[in-house]
T-cell receptor, first 114, second 111 residues
Framework: NAGVTQTPKFQVLKTGQSMTLQCAQDMNHEYMSWYRQDPGMGLRLIHYSVGAGITDQGEVPNGYNVSRSTTEDFPLRLLSAAPSQTSVYFC?????????????FGPGTRLTVL | DAKTTQPTSMDCAEGRAANLPCNHSTISGNEYVYWYRQIHSQGPQYIIHGLKNNETNEMASLIITEDRKSSTLILPHATLRDTAVYYCIVTSGGSNYKLTFGKGTLLTVNP
């Protein structure tokens, strides 16, 4: 299993540009989520999904859109990038079956908005 | 979800046990204690979790006090590769649980 993969690893955007951060998992997990981590801070939940076609907002959803058309993929879209969105973005997934306690994280995408 | 309090940083000598404390005095009866760690620049990694009994796996042991208001993560023989930020998270079980990460404890294992 590749686990949770994220692309790209690094990205530089100009203010106002849009882009999509990709996240995929091959573990057939129902639950997927996006976090951002600012320097010296813990992770904050942006959006999450409990299955294809179902998404919901987390703690800091403004400026981000998500959709879940397949179990495997959960892209995060930045509609109009702002310097405040400079951060490291982590995607995570877990199963909803059984106890589903272990959440698996991707390697992260480091985004800089100029 | 219950709030947790952890020391900002700790040091440990290589080969010795690392004991990381976490205070969660407002924990409710259905809330679990989870531990994750984040090695520099990587995504967080699950370590262990528990409800009220002590737990052990290949990575660590989790000791939860009888009143469940605090817990300790024990890495029995710390190595340099265990240098990381360790997060103690308390959240309810079930399919809708969410992980809320605080700032964690930076554990530095020294040679």
């Amino acid at each position: 299993n590749a686990g949770v993969t994220q692309t790209p690893k690094f990205q530089v955007l100009k203010t106002g540009q849009s882009m999509t951060l990709q996240c995929a998992q091959d573990m057939n997990h129902e639950y997927m989520s996006w976090y951002r981590q600012d320097p010296g801070m813990g992770l904050r939940l942006i959006h999450y999904s409990v299955g294809a076609g179902i998404t919901d907002q987390g703690e800091v959803p403004n400026g981000y859109n998500v959709s879940r058309s397949t179990t495997e993929d959960f892209p995060l879209r930045l509609l109009s990038a702002a310097p405040s969105q400079t951060s490291v973005y982590f995607c995570a997934s877990r199963t909803l079956a059984g106890l589903g306690y272990t959440q698996y994280f991707g390697p992260g995408t480091r985004l800089t908005v100029l | 979800d219950a709030k947790t309090t952890q020391p900002t940083s700790m040091d440990c000598a290589e080969g010795r046990a690392a004991n990381l404390p976490c205070n969660h005095s407002t924990i409710s009866g259905n809330e679990y204690v989870y531990w994750y760690r984040q090695i520099h620049s990587q995504g967080p990694q699950y370590i262990i979790h528990g409800l009220k009994n002590n737990e052990t796996n290949e990575m660590a042991s989790l000791i939860i006090t009888e009143d469940r208001k605090s817990s300790t993560l024990i890495l029995p023989h710390a190595t340099l590769r265990d240098t990381a930020v360790y997060y103690c998270i308390v959240t309810s079980g079930g399919s809708n649980y969410k992980l809320t990460f605080g700032k964690g404890t930076l554990l530095t294992v020294n040679p």
